[in-house]
């Protein structure tokens, strides 16, 4: 049984007062939501002050980002993985498209913060997905599979164990424009065999394969109803309290 996850990416959004009254709100709607993990994702300054907030809560919290070198060194802006831990944070999205897109991240640089993050003790939550003209081309698994290989090939299947995959089609991300169950749920199988072959059965099998782009609370649960959908990264729709929890509380609709 993989449990889900369902995870909110706050990018550029919140400040700490902004943040910590989200989550006056937002406990008391899912402090009954116990089937699966949630976790939100804000700004590097406002981790501390979060994950002091949730502390023996269901909800936890990630970094969007962190540093490829372990550290601690002369790394001017970075933050380590480390230093996540010590703030707090459980959880770190790596390779996200946007950070692929604005700031250099190659699938190099992912498979070297992956393997500081697990080195650190941290969940790396390993974004992957195809631009809009990847797909048109027909290359969109070939493109996934390139990023899954040059960004996981050098873990070890104990590294490997503590990876999530989020699968997040460029197109659909920030779009309005979701891929269609249907459409994920094949990316999602393929990813599950690209896994089984790198890693084995037992990594493919256990594996949890977040679907993002685009997920609100009108289409969580046609996405969740598919096999290998363990979960979603959701961005724009967790911003507000609301929506982010009825996204999460997807069961009671489904
Ligand atoms: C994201 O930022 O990872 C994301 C999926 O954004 P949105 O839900 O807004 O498309």
Redesign the pocket.
Known sequence: MRRPIIAG?W?MYKTIPEALEFVRIFKPLVVASTHCEIVIAPVFTAIKSMADRLEGSNVEVAAQDSAADPGPGAFTGEVSASMIRDAGGRWV?IG???RRQYYGETDESVGAKIRSAVGAGLLPIV?VGERLEDRDATRAETVVEAQLTAGMRNLTVTEASRIIV?Y?PVW?????R?ATPETAQEMHAFIRSRLGAMFGDRIAQTTRILY?????PDNIVALMDQVDIDG???????LEADSFARIINYKERG
């Not at 993002?212 to 609100?216: L, R």
């Open positions: 990416n990018k999205i996200h498209s946007e974004c989020a997040e659909a991300i920030g779009t309005g979701t993002g782009g685009s997920v609100k979603g990264l959701v961005g724009g729709a967790s």
